[in-house]
Structure formats: structure tokens, C-alpha cells
T-cell receptor, first 114, second 115 residues
Framework: DAGVTQSPTHLIKTRGQQVTLRCSPKSGHDTVSWYQQALGQGPQFIFQYYEEEERQRGNFPDRFSGHQFPNYSSELNVNALLLGDSALYLC?????????????FGPGTRLTVL | KQEVTQIPAALSVPEGENLVLNCSFTDSAIYNLQWFRQDPGKGLTSLLLIQSSQREQTSGRLNASLDKSSGRSTLYIAASQPGDSATYLCAVIGYSGGGADGLTFGKGTHLIIQP
């Protein structure tokens, strides 16, 4: 049973560029959430996708957008990259929107903005 | 706005000791509380999930308690081992008009178990 997978593992971009990160949820899961973790901090919630729609969103600007596909996989897009966007980006999957299910995390994508 | 605080920020103990990690949250309107483990540069591994109606959960040498009314949770680790060295994160899921929110995390407790 495959867990949550993310690609790529590492990414280096320059300021102003755009980036796309990808996530495949754990088998049987239909909800995907994205988190940003700066060095030495706890992860911060970006947004959550269910049934191909954004359902909840944290305090992140519109430069952060996403998509969920019919197979439940998801993408995170960040436009006009800033130095402060450098972080570990984590994807988590769960079942449904009830908030009672364990969230399972992937290994993350390390984004460095120069 | 929900805020989660973890104390202590760092802890170093000799192997074999029992230890307690603390977590507090400001808004008691939560669905559940999860404890995670994170190794350096890696993703998060779920350790225990406590539903809002539960008081505690146990898995092996780990025991987590939840006192929702006072906004507190503790993670108890028995007979610590060097392999337990990691950062331990506490997180809660609250709810808003649209349903369950995302997880709100503390900054973590960095734990070192000395051989």
C-alpha cells in the first residue's frame, strides 16, 4: 500500500519564477491538504482540496493556487516566487472532510528560491 | 485564531528515562489532536490521534492525553531510546462554517536521547 508521494524532492528557482509541486495521496484517500514549513517552524496550512475543489484555505496570498485531479492527486502552484517562499512543502492526505481522520504526510518537496 | 504552544522547545535526556512533552491550544473547538514525529529534513509521521471526545490514546511506549476544556495535551514516552531522537509536533484540527479546518501546529519539541 503506497503512502503519500511527492515530486520533485528538491527544487531550486529564482525570484519571480513559477513552480509546480505534485502530490499523490495514500491509496483510498480523497482529500489532499498542503502545508508550508519554514526552517525551525511548525507547518502552516495553505489549503485543502476535496472533490476537485478548494474547501479550506489558510492565510496565504493568491500567488499560491492548487488543483485536484479526478484521481485525487493534487498540484500546488506558486507564482512570482519570493525569497521567503523557500521552505519544505508538505502534502497530507485523509478521507473525507469530517476532520476526524488521521492525516498522513508525504516526504515533502524542498524549495529553494535564490 | 487557534494558537498551539509546545513546551519545552528542546529536551536532552539519558537513555531509559520516561519523559513528558506538553502541548497547549487556545481554542477548545477542535475535532481532534494529533502528535507527529519529524526526523531532520523529512516529512511527518503520525504517532497518535485523539478525537475530541476521547481522553487518551496509547501506542506501544507512547501515551497521549487530551484535556479539551483546559486546552492541554501531553505525550508520555516510556523508557526512551536513542531512536526516539526527533522533533515532536502537536497539531489540532478546528472547525469553521465550512467544516474541518487544516491542522494548526505548534513549533515542536526537539528531543535528544543520549546513549
Amino acid at each position: 500500500d503506497a503512502g503519500v508521494t511527492q515530486s520533485p524532492t528538491h527544487l531550486i528557482k529564482t525570484r519571480g519564477q513559477q513552480v509546480t509541486l505534485r502530490c499523490s495521496p495514500k491509496s483510498g484517500h480523497d482529500t489532499v491538504s498542503w502545508y508550508q514549513q519554514a526552517l525551525g517552524q511548525g507547518p502552516q496550512f495553505i489549503f485543502q482540496y476535496y472533490e476537485e475543489e478548494e474547501r479550506q484555505r489558510g492565510n496565504f496570498p493568491d500567488r499560491f493556487s492548487g488543483h485536484q485531479f479526478p484521481n485525487y492527486s493534487s498540484e500546488l502552484n506558486v507564482n512570482a516566487l519570493l525569497l521567503g517562499d523557500s521552505a519544505l512543502y508538505l502534502c497530507a492526505s485523509s478521507l473525507g472532510l469530517a476532520g476526524t481522520d488521521t492525516q498522513y504526510f508525504g516526504p515533502g518537496t524542498r524549495l529553494t528560491v535564490l | 485564531k487557534q494558537e498551539v504552544t509546545q513546551i519545552p522547545a528542546a529536551l536532552s535526556v539519558p537513555e531509559g528515562e520516561n519523559l513528558v512533552l506538553n502541548c497547549s491550544f487556545t481554542d477548545s473547538a477542535i475535532y481532534n489532536l494529533q502528535w507527529f514525529r519529524q526526523d531532520p529534513g523529512k516529512g511527518l509521521t503520525s504517532l497518535l490521534l485523539i478525537q475530541s471526545s476521547q481522553r487518551e490514546q496509547t501506542s506501544g511506549r507512547l501515551n497521549a492525553s487530551l484535556d479539551k476544556s483546559s486546552g492541554r495535551s501531553t505525550l508520555y514516552i516510556a523508557a526512551s531510546q536513542p531512536g526516539d531522537s526527533a522533533t515532536y509536533l502537536c497539531a489540532v484540527i478546528g472547525y469553521s462554517g465550512g467544516g474541518a479546518d487544516g491542522l494548526t501546529f505548534g513549533k515542536g519539541t526537539h528531543l535528544i536521547i543520549q546513549p
